[in-house]
């Protein structure tokens, strides 16, 4: 199963995510995150609530593979619409879409 996380990224280095950065990259559940906020940047977690949800998703379904898309700065800034667009069209194949913000693929589609 995979399984997309967009939210405020991930803090990698996170101790729930030990066997994440122990793996061989082929063997680790967490795939490398997208940063769609800044395409230098490595979708860091300064806000702690993307790192918080991909942890509860590891324990709740440890065999997934869990992509992480950085869409949101923090709970104060507004989302950039064409940004969340952007990422729902690169992710549609996915089967299950979490985004944890105000805004959705689907109400962004119907504006």
Do not use: W
């Not at 992480?68 to 507004?78: E, L, N, T, Y």
């Amino acid at each position: 199963m995979k399984i997309a996380i967009l939210d405020t990224g991930i803090d990698i280095t996170h101790p729930d995510f030990k066997e994440d950065q122990s793996a061989s990259r082929i063997n680790r559940r967490i795939k490398v995150p997208e940063d769609f906020l800044d395409p230098e940047g490595k979708a860091y977690d300064t806000c702690g609530h993307g790192t918080y949800c991909v942890g509860l998703l590891r324990r709740v379904a440890p065999e997934a593979d869990i992509y992480v898309a950085r869409v949101a700065k923090d709970f104060d800034s507004d989302l950039d619409p064409e940004v969340v667009a952007k990422v729902c069209l690169l992710l549609v194949r996915l089967p299950l879409l979490n985004f944890s913000g105000n805004h959705s693929c689907m109400q962004h589609r119907q504006r």
